[in-house]
């Protein structure tokens, strides 16, 4: 599920999107962390391709800026849906209980009146 949100974060960048509505700059120390982050990421990501021969076709098809930015994104919109989600797993597994002692009352009942 992470794998996918930042999958769909990287491709449909919702922050630059957004940046087209507002008109909000950030301030410059801001700007310069940000800058900074990304250039770390862009570092670490390179030189994790050629240490042990991992993420090679990663290494030149992904803009390591935009992947650092999409997961960024993507952790930010889980933890925003995150009340959501946890109110849907609670309402998800009283249901699977629910049912599952309902199929088992149905085969205790079965079973009685077999033997």
Known sequence: ??????ASCYALQPSAR???V???????????LFSRSLETATRRLQSSGSKKGI??????TVDPAR??????????????IKPATFV???WASTAVVSRAKRVLAANRVRTKRKR
């Open 67 to 80: 992947a650092t930015v999409g997961l960024a994104e993507s952790l930010a919109l889980r933890a925003a």
């Open 18 to 20: 957004l940046s087209r």
């Open 1 to 6: 599920m992470a794998a996918g949100f930042w």
């Open 88 to 90: 849907f797993k609670i």
């Open 55 to 60: 993420l090679p076709a990663v290494k030149t």
């Open 22 to 32: 507002t008109t909000f700059t950030p301030p410059r120390p801001l700007r310069a």
